[in-house]
T-cell receptor, first 114, second 113 residues
Framework: DAGVIQSPRHEVTEMGQEVTLRCKPI?????LFWYRQTMMRGLELLIY????????DSGMPEDRFSAKMPNASFSTLKIQPSEPRDSAVYFC????????????FGQGTRLTVV | GESVGLHLPTLSVQEGDNSIINCAYS??????FIWYKQESGKGPQFIID?????DKRQGQRVTVLLNKTVKHLSLQIAATQPGDSAVYFC????????????FGAGTRLAVHP
């Protein structure tokens, strides 16, 4: 398996624009997580899905952020409108048993909002 | 917000020495812990895990110790190598209905030749 695949690797956008980050989890994994990493706040869990259903979105910073998982092999994280403070590295991870087993991380998407 | 904390933000060691990275967690009900390694420009990579019914687990050159009495976790790396230079995170799964990993702030390990 190629692991968790995220795209794009880098995204530079202007403030106010819509940004969509994409993730393909490892085949067979039932859980998918979206994390955001910044120097100030470290790795923050934004939202996670189980069997394509959002379970906990308490980490989503505000209504500008939304996440979907239309099927078992694809998820998106959308920011609309984007702001400079959204600049961060966004990671997608997947696992077999939620928080009770190892989560495998993608390479991340580095987002810069100017 | 909720977080798992770390004692030392940066640890510098000589190549060949043993390294010890520490982590304090706040929820005594947490039942599963993982150490991750993150190299520059990459996502976190699994190193070793431990469940709360154990107090020690060993892997290849790494050992994780869990002290539930004082809510402390440590990662020991034997014969540290330059390739071990990275940021290390501890993560916990908090019991009681949670099913997600919460990460600590991270410790940077710098290995000098």
């Amino acid at each position: 398996d190629a692991g968790v695949i995220q795209s794009p690797r880098h995204e530079v956008t202007e403030m106010g624009q819509e940004v969509t980050l994409r993730c393909k989890p490892i085949s067979g994994h039932d859980y998918l997580f979206w994390y955001r990493q910044t120097m100030m706040r470290g790795l923050e869990l934004l939202i996670y899905f189980n069997n394509n259903v959002p379970i906990d979105d308490s980490g989503m910073p505000e209504d500008r952020f939304s996440a979907k998982m239309p099927n078992a092999s694809f998820s998106t994280l959308k920011i609309q409108p984007s702001e400079p403070r959204d600049s961060a590295v966004y990671f997608c991870a997947s696992s077999l048993q939620g928080g009770n087993t190892e989560a495998f991380f993608g390479q991340g998407t580095r987002l810069t909002v100017v | 917000g909720e977080s798992v904390g770390l004692h030392l933000p940066t640890l510098s060691v000589q190549e060949g020495d043993n390294s010890i990275i520490n982590c304090a967690y706040s929820n005594s009900a947490s039942d599963y812990f993982i150490w991750y390694k993150q190299e520059s420009g990459k996502g976190p990579q699994f190193i070793i895990d431990i469940r709360s019914n154990m107090d020690k687990r060993q892997g290849q050159r790494v050992t994780v110790l869990l002290n539930k009495t004082v809510k402390h976790l440590s990662l020991q790396i034997a014969a540290t190598q330059p390739g071990d230079s990275a940021v290390y995170f501890c993560a916990e799964n908090r019991a009681g209905g949670y099913n997600k990993l919460i990460f600590g702030a991270g410790t940077r390990l710098a290995v000098h030749p």
